[in-house]
């Protein structure tokens, strides 16, 4: 029997002439871009729109996107586990279309409340929920080539946070802050939603595949695909010494990468730089990563992945420095391109790191669960330089303290070696 005629028994929607797994990751670097409205590099650009228009506060802006922030990431490990049980084909369309009406709900904020519901439900949906799609489908598809097939899913990502930016900037600026939101809206469902229903599967199991590519007879219950990997149950996982010296690592860019981008505008404008140099910055740091995730991710498959972490945490350490000493458009630059490279290696081994030490199994659970921090941290990361401008009138100080952080995140890096069972 030749290939097209199994085609319609694998379950795949159509045969390609090479392995499927590589439409999954292109799938999954689509999703990763859509999760775009609810990154905070996109919903920057809003925040000063909303301070004009209504009069409120940074401190109190800052405050309803860090409690809508971690009241999501508190939700994040039933969302891994809702994901382990109906399978990322039903739970990234019902996702994307939740997050258009997440959009729309937005673009009809006007007051505190309305403002702190939106927060919440753009990043349970888009900057959580989205990115665990794109993260824990592709390590279902590959093992010996995780880092390289997660760095070109990385695309999504830094096209997201290269595009975003400007051109929601000129949307605000052309049409206003409300057409923004309602753009996102349509585009996630007249996009995103078709392709992931139709394009993505599970697994490479269910459609007689292995991963990386060998080809089986079709599989009809879960035992008959062999596991290639040791399997850890959350609750295994989180019994180890190293899930929580991760956790730690991973909370740190999360917290201080979140509070920098989020008050990138004002932060730039402290040294004398206008918005349209903060946006230039947020895209510098998405072309700084594109060249930057294929190294990373070709470096993954081939040294320990805690290495990479640590290499990433010493650069968040370098650009701290170099934000601290911004005072032209070329030292904005430097800063922007540090942060650029440190995105990229925490961008791979965030996806590599927790099914290289736990497996493939439960995946959807461990990454919630590890997600529930990361989210935790970038909660906490705004706050602190929301009330750092506010009470010293600048954010020297709470750079300052920053750098603390990255020091212990390397020292807990290189700790963090991989579990045995």
């Not at 969302?79 to 084909?89: A, E, I, K, T, W």
């Not at 673009?107 to 665990?132: D, E, K, N, T």
Request: net charge neutral; glycine share 12%; hydrophobic share 55%.
């Amino acid at each position: 029997m030749d290939r097209s005629e199994r085609a319609p028994e694998s379950g795949l929607p159509f045969r390609p002439p090479f392995f499927y797994g590589w439409i999954i990751v292109a799938i999954s670097a689509v999703t990763l871009f859509f999760s775009g409205p609810g990154q905070t590099h996109s919903v920057s650009v809003f925040i000063d729109s909303y301070i004009e228009e209504f009069g409120w506060s940074r401190s109190v802006v800052s405050g309803m996107y860090s409690l809508g922030t971690l009241g999501a990431g508190l939700l994040m490990g039933a969302v891994g586990s809702l994901f382990d049980r109906h399978g990322h084909r039903f739970m990234t369309t019902l996702v994307a279309a939740l997050l258009g009406a997440a959009a729309i709900w937005m673009s009809r904020a006007s007051r505190i409340p309305m403002l702190l519901a939106g927060f919440f439900l753009i990043r349970l949906l888009g900057q959580s929920s989205m990115s665990l799609s794109s993260t824990t489908l592709v390590p279902q598809w590959f093992i010996r080539r995780r880092g390289r097939a997660l760095s070109v899913v990385s695309l999504g990502g830094v096209a997201s946070s290269a595009a975003l930016p400007p051109l929601n900037t000129w949307i605000i600026q052309n049409y206003g802050w409300r057409m923004g939101w309602t753009a996102w809206a349509v585009l996630l469902w007249i996009v995103m939603v078709p392709l992931g229903y139709l394009l993505i599967r599970d697994r490479p199991e269910e459609v007689g595949l292995r991963p990386e590519g060998e080809e089986t007879a079709v599989l009809t219950t879960m035992e008959e695909g062999v596991e290639l990997e040791v399997a850890w149950t959350v609750k295994e996982a989180i019994g180890t010494r190293c899930f929580w010296l991760l956790l730690f690592c991973m909370m740190i860019p999360s917290a201080i990468g979140t509070g920098l981008v989020f008050h990138q505008v004002s932060i730039m404008g402290e040294a004398g730089l206008g918005p349209e140099v903060a946006a230039s910055v947020l895209s510098l740091m998405a072309v700084v990563r594109l060249p930057v995730v294929f190294f990373a991710g070709h470096i993954a498959d081939r040294l320990p992945v805690r290495y990479l972490l640590a290499v990433g945490l010493g650069l968040l350490f370098l650009g701290l420095v170099v934000q601290l000493n911004i005072s032209s458009v070329q030292t904005a630059m430097a800063y922007g391109a540090l942060l650029g490279v440190m995105m990229a290696f925490l961008s791979i081994v965030g996806g590599v790191i927790w099914p290289e030490y736990f497996g493939r199994r439960y995946l959807g659970g461990i990454r919630g669960v590890a997600m529930m921090a990361m989210v935790a941290g970038s909660a906490a990361g705004p706050l602190p330089f929301g009330f750092a401008y506010d009470l010293f009138g600048g954010y020297r100080e709470i750079l300052v303290i920053s750098m603390i952080f990255p020091v212990l995140g390397m020292v807990a890096a290189m700790l963090a070696t991989p579990p045995r069972k």
